[in-house]
């Protein structure tokens, strides 16, 4: 059974860093090409981050260019998307994804003063 389980949301100020993680199970992850999404109010579902099944590709939507960063650690089976100078736009509901379509069930990211 697969299981993506995301974690580290919370509430920030603006300028503020959070880093989430999101935990794999069910699969091989080693293999698995893994992204983030993120949900805001309102609007439609968007990629934020990709990284390769090796970690060494990634690729970025261009609103968090410069600001966030993708790893992983496949030893850990875990995903990690470091959000530095957080804006109030990037609030949203972070998602986790792996090649095969599925989905961890969110983590709520709100940035306000």
């Known amino acids: 059974q697969v299981q993506l389980v995301e974690s580290g949301g919370g509430l920030v100020q603006p300028g503020g860093s959070l880093r989430l993680s999101c935990a794999a199970s069910g699969f091989t992850f080693s293999m698995s090409a893994m992204s983030w999404y993120r949900q805001a109010p309102g609007k439609e579902r968007e990629l934020v981050a990709r990284?390769?099944?090796?970690?060494?590709?990634?690729n970025y939507a261009d609103s968090v260019k410069g600001r966030f960063t993708i790893s992983r650690d496949n030893a850990k089976d875990t995903v990690y998307l470091q959000m530095n100078s957080l804006k109030p736009a990037d609030t949203a509901v972070y998602y986790c994804?792996?090649?095969?379509?599925?989905w961890g069930q969110g983590t709520q990211v709100t940035v306000s003063s």
């Open positions: 990284i390769s099944s090796g970690g060494r590709s990634t």
């Open positions: 994804k792996n090649v095969y379509g599925d």
